[in-house]
């Protein structure tokens, strides 16, 4: 009898460890973040494509979202199942790069000498680069709350693509 309880208490875990659940897929996109995953990697690839960076620029963006995704913390707060859809509400905390961005359109705005090269234009170069110096120092943290939308496909679920307003919160960029 004790050996019959036992195999059936392996099997009871076993299918309850198995069972996928909305927030276990949650878990694991936040972990490839975190884990430095190629697949997010690639994408921050593309995203500094669509940029006008120059290499030196593209280096230290890199390292500045590397350090951002490797601290990122998370927790997820509620998870609501609605048959085939699902949101998973998660409080995520990131670098507040976002202040070193506004620190940098305000000095712009009142300092645009700095920023003037020598045919008398604005240099952009120089504006990126003022602007990455400061989010390096940053230090300062925020939490934000993110809804992330998953989907039942088959017998799986799948997070959905994020919103460019979410990809900002993860990237401690949002402007709040």
């Known amino acids: 009898m004790k050996k019959l309880f036992e195999v059936f208490l392996f099997i009871l875990i076993l299918v309850g460890c198995t069972k996928e659940m909305p927030n276990t897929k949650v878990e694991e996109f936040f972990s490839k973040y975190q884990q430095l995953d190629e697949e997010v990697l690639k994408e ?3 995203s500094m494509e669509l940029n006008p960076l120059n290499e030196q620029q593209k280096n230290l963006y890199r390292d500045l979202m590397r350090r951002q995704y490797k601290d990122l913390e998370y927790t997820i707060k509620k998870e609501v ?5 699902a949101t998973v509400t998660v409080e995520i905390e990131v670098y507040d790069y976002s202040i070193a961005v506004k620190e940098a359109d ?35 943290r925020i939490k ?4 992330l939308k998953v989907k039942r496909s088959d017998k799986s679920w799948i997070v959905e693509n994020l919103n460019q307003m979410d990809r900002e919160k993860i990237h401690g960029l949002f402007t709040y």
Request: proline share 0%; net charge negative; charged share 40%.
């Open 44 to 46: 921050l690839e593309f």
């Open 81 to 85: 199942i609605n048959q085939e859809d």
């Open 106 to 140: 305000e000095f712009f705005q009142k300092n645009q000498n700095y920023f003037i090269n020598e045919e008398n234009k604005v240099d952009e170069n120089k504006y990126i680069d003022y602007k990455l110096e400061l989010m390096k120092d940053i230090k300062d």
């Open 144 to 147: 934000y709350t993110i809804d």
